[in-house]
């Protein structure tokens, strides 16, 4: 189902003010910025096909930005494909900078810090689309975002028009064939980064180290108080340097432990043999010290609360 909004009823003196709101009832939570002294004007059109959101958007200059903060306030696990569709954009993710002219797109993850930077009226075509859709198409994710992909390039114009059928179309498949559609754009997209990407500059050495860091995180998972400072301690690295090899990697130090704990506790709780179990201590089992902390993660993980996790596994307990 289509939502929508507007300024255009709005008085202007307000208008920015309800701008923050409908960026963050569209999309997640955000912190634009104002620029400029001429009059505030936006509008969002939002729907969605299968596990993708869609959303058109329209609007005036300004900055837009997502920290930890608002990160740790809607950790929701997806890649934002945006397609310049009018003006100038530019998208800022682990220290790269793309500039996008009509026609062309870039993607960024929402579970890292990035910026959006509009320097006067602009228009967007933006997709959604969840990590298990896109990541395992794309060999180091984090290489991947915010790179330029150009409309006049061959990848980038098969995808850019993909994206604007699906758009166009977005109500009418349902099922079997919005997923197929999804991921058939999930593959177009994929494609297309992969061939404006840089290769990741990771050597041998570095490589080993990110090997042990990650060998040394999953053998302390349980530990509720994990650091990279004692991870870092244990394989004879600065912390600093730690942090270096994750950015690389193209995902934090936490974001990454979280990753692997939600992911060991999907596990056990689809574990018949550990039904038995109360949900909690499945969390506590994986270093999570906050139930409620945990079940919002697990939530934004998986599209689903631990309990109804579990009771769809097959053979689950009931």
């Given at each position: 189902m289509e939502r929508s909004w507007s300024t255009r009823a709005v008085p202007e003196r307000e208008r920015f003010a309800y701008w923050r709101e409908v960026v963050c009832a569209?999309?997640?939570?955000?912190?634009?910025?104002?620029?400029?002294?001429?009059?505030?004007?936006?509008?969002?059109?939002?729907?969605?096909?299968?596990?993708?959101?869609?959303?058109?958007?329209?609007?005036r200059a300004q900055r837009v930005l997502r920290s930890e903060r608002e990160i740790d306030a809607s950790p929701e696990a997806s890649f934002y494909v945006t397609l310049q569709l009018e003006g100038t954009g530019a998208?800022?993710?682990?220290?790269?900078?793309?500039?996008?002219?009509?026609?062309?797109?870039?993607?960024?993850?929402?579970?890292?810090?990035?910026?959006?930077?509009?320097?006067?009226?602009?228009?967007?075509?933006?997709?959604?689309?969840?990590?298990?859709v896109l990541g395992?198409?794309?060999?180091?994710?984090?290489?991947?975002?915010?790179?330029?992909?150009?409309?006049?390039?061959?990848?980038?114009?098969?995808?850019?028009?993909?994206?604007?059928?699906?758009?166009?179309?977005?109500?009418?498949?349902?099922?079997?064939?919005?997923?197929?559609?999804?991921?058939?754009?999930?593959?177009?997209?994929?494609?297309?980064?992969?061939?404006?990407?840089?290769?990741?500059?990771t050597s041998p050495g570095t490589a080993a180290l990110l090997h042990l860091a990650l060998d040394d995180i999953e053998r302390h998972l349980p530990d509720p108080s994990?650091?990279?400072?004692?991870?870092?301690?244990?394989?004879?690295?600065?912390?600093?340097?730690?942090?270096?090899?994750?950015a690389a990697h193209g995902v934090t130090f936490g974001r990454w432990v979280l990753r692997r704990r939600l992911e060991a506790c999907a596990r056990d709780l689809a574990d018949p043999s550990l039904s038995h179990w109360r949900i909690a201590d499945v969390a506590m089992r994986w270093g999570f010290a906050d139930a409620a902390h945990f079940s919002r993660a697990f939530r934004a993980r998986f599209d689903r609360s631990p309990r109804e996790h579990r009771t769809a596994a097959p053979g689950a307990w009931r």
């Open positions: 569209a999309f997640l939570d955000l912190r634009p910025e104002r620029r400029g002294d001429e009059a505030f004007a936006g509008s969002v059109r939002s729907t969605t096909l299968g596990p993708m959101g869609i959303s058109a958007i329209a609007s998208v800022h993710q682990g220290g790269r900078e793309a500039h996008l002219r009509p026609g062309d797109f870039a993607l960024f993850d929402v579970l890292r810090p990035y910026e959006l930077a509009f320097e006067g009226t602009f228009a967007q075509l933006c997709l959604a689309l969840p990590h298990a395992p198409r794309l060999p180091a994710p984090g290489a991947a975002c915010a790179v330029r992909v150009a409309g006049d390039g061959r990848a980038g114009h098969v995808a850019a028009s993909c994206m604007h059928a699906v758009a166009r179309c977005a109500d009418e498949p349902d099922g079997d064939a919005a997923a197929a559609l999804v991921e058939h754009l999930a593959g177009l997209v994929a494609l297309a980064v992969r061939g404006a990407a840089p290769p990741p500059a994990l650091t990279p400072t004692a991870v870092a301690a244990r394989i004879s690295i600065s912390t600093r340097y730690l942090h270096k090899l994750f």
